[in-house]
């Protein structure tokens, strides 16, 4: 029977984030920089709001969109964040994680044949589903500018057929966020063309010593706003996103939601409820932990000589693989797995454009973030 199975969905491959963290997961004694999660707990008040919501058998359907309580807290929290506006009745969609939001966007947009720019390297949740819609995913390189989408990098890829040009920042990979002066270039670029922006914005509260800005203030009717509680609240199992978009969109995307999840789980929404009010600046304290692993791990990487781009947002650093190792992402983090036995992602999981580079993840504790960067240290200096 395999051979009936729709061939845009024999073609995919599994993501190789999971491929090669699950290559690594059971080896002991193995430091793992591989975790593209938080390493904090729930917040034990929205842990509690949780088991109430249980306690008091709210268990059934909510509406489609998101209990109109949490669709309006989440509406107050672009407002109060980002001076973003959402009615929340019509322009506000409570998804499953940001992952079911990118995918009813794209499945909402996106037809047979039209092209849709992104970022060289990239997150790799995007271009399955761009694929499946029959769209041509198209990836800008933008190692030569400092891992920054701006205008001048994606303008010459720009044509007739671009439908939807995806900004994920700040940027997972490799922590770059986009400044509002570069913003505002894409936006006024864009404004009155046939293209919607896909603004990934799943890691807006962690944010280096700058305020996230969101594209959406510059173009609210082209742009598709996706966020969520999964870095911010360190709430990725609950399965909580967010979708943004004007009412003229939002109403087609809803219908793709509606068949697709009926709505998301009313439990995690009585949570989540609890994160953007009592808990609206949950993310400050882990924020600032994560920035003081942010500096040790540029201090290390620095000593080691090694080449990386200073994240201004996010989890991770993407480390260019020095010349002396002759070998590509993938054999490079499979040695280092094995004869250091610290785990990183292989550049090449972030499309073709991160070959040649690491990521590593800082969302582990200092112990191990030292430890296991001595043990890079040595492997360095053994080679
Ligand atoms: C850039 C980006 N977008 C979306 C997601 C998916 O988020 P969620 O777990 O809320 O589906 C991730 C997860 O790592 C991510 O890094």
Redesign the pocket.
């Known amino acids: 029977m395999e051979n009936l199975i729709n061939n845009r969905v024999k073609n995919i491959e599994i993501s190789g984030i999971r491929k090669f963290s699950n290559m690594v997961a059971n080896v002991e004694g193995m430091i793992s920089f591989t975790i593209?999660?938080p390493d904090f707990p729930t917040p034990e008040h929205v842990k509690q709001a949780g088991i109430k919501a249980i306690e008091n058998d709210f268990t059934s359907y909510t509406h489609n969109a998101g209990t109109i309580e949490l669709r309006k807290a989440a509406s107050d929290f672009m407002a109060h964040k980002y001076n973003l506006h959402y009615h929340p009745e019509t322009e506000v969609i409570v998804t499953?994680?940001?992952?079911?939001?990118?995918d009813i966007a794209f499945r909402t947009i996106l037809t047979e044949g039209t092209e849709v720019l992104l970022p060289g390297p990239v997150?790799p949740?995007y271009e399955p589903v761009i694929r499946m819609m029959g769209a041509v995913p198209v990836h800008v390189d933008i190692r030569s500018h400092q891992f920054r989408f701006t205008l001048e990098a994606m303008k010459p890829f720009i044509t007739e057929k671009t439908r939807c040009i995806v900004l994920?920042y700040p940027?997972?990979p490799t922590g770059v966020s986009l400044t509002e002066a570069e913003l505002k270039e894409i936006a006024d670029f864009v404004k009155g063309k046939d293209i919607f922006i896909l603004a990934?914005e799943?890691?807006s509260e962690l944010t280096f010593g700058h305020e996230h800005t969101s594209i959406a203030g510059f173009l609210k009717e082209q742009t598709i706003v996706?966020n969520?509680?999964?870095?911010s609240h360190s709430m990725?199992g609950w399965?909580?996103?967010f979708l943004f978009a004007q009412k003229s969109i939002a109403k087609h995307i809803l219908k793709v939601h509606q068949y697709n999840v009926s709505c998301a789980n009313s439990i995690a929404q009585k949570a989540a409820y609890e994160a953007l009010t009592a808990g609206i600046n949950d993310a400050e304290a882990m924020r600032k932990e994560y920035r003081a692993r942010r500096d040790y791990v540029d201090q290390r990487l620095h000593a080691m000589g090694l080449d990386a781009v200073m994240p201004d947002g996010?989890f991770y650093f993407f480390v260019k693989i020095p010349e002396q190792i002759s070998l590509n992402s993938f054999d490079f983090a499979l040695a280092l797995a094995n004869q250091a036995k610290v785990a990183v992602i292989p550049g090449s999981a972030f499309s073709r454009f991160g070959e040649g580079y690491f990521r590593l993840s800082f969302a582990c504790s200092m112990a191990n973030l030292q430890e296991g960067l001595d043990r890079i240290e040595k492997y360095f200096i053994s080679q």
């Open positions: 593209g999660q499953l994680g940001a992952s079911e939001a990118i997150y949740g994920p940027s997972n990934d799943i890691y996706i969520g509680l999964s870095k990725t399965r909580i996103g996010a």
